[in-house]
């Protein structure tokens, strides 16, 4: 498979953390996504549309979730330090950004990253089909944010 990267002078650790970078915020999309859709059947509520800001909005806690659920589970000897570090400024963009780039560092030096990350992902989209997901009570909160990769291209936003 060839690299992708835009730009193809940059050395070769570049473009491996930008395609890994880009297949993590896929499956994010794809997980988060799955898990809204999951969580709005199991309440009887029709799936979400592209223009709906609450839709948006609930997307956004879900990735919010997820990310802090891998952060807490694949590297869970991340100290208080750094969670505060990661939780701290910016709104829910910049901890987005901050949890995804932890993330592509993880993956890059673990070499079971990929099965830990599905582990994850099953339990998370289990709790959104059960109803036992905390995105939803986080996005009633008000919480905002841009997400990205394909979602934030179905929404517009990309």
């Known amino acids: 498979m060839p690299f992708r990267h835009p730009d193809r002078s940059h050395d070769l650790s570049t473009r491996i953390e930008h ?11 794809y997980v988060c996504l799955d898990a809204l859709v999951r969580s709005r059947r199991l309440r009887g509520l029709p799936p979400p549309e592209a223009g709906n800001a609450d839709d948006r909005r609930a997307y956004t806690e879900h990735v919010l979730a997820f990310l802090d659920r891998l952060r807490g589970t694949i590297d869970p000897t991340a100290g208080g330090d750094e969670r505060r570090r990661s939780d701290s400024g910016g709104g829910a963009e910049a901890q987005q950004a901050r949890l995804v780039a932890g993330q592509v560092a993880l993956a890059r030096s673990l070499p079971d990253y990929w099965q830990r990350f599905e582990a994850v992902s099953a339990v998370y989209l289990s709790d959104a089909e059960t109803g036992s997901s905390g995105a939803e009570r986080r996005a009633a909160s008000g919480s905002g944010g841009e997400g990205r990769g394909l979602l934030a291209r179905l929404f517009g936003r990309g």
Do not use: K
């Not at 395609?19 to 999309?29: K, M, S, T, W």
């Open 19 to 29: 395609e890994v970078r880009e297949r993590l915020e896929e499956a994010i999309d």
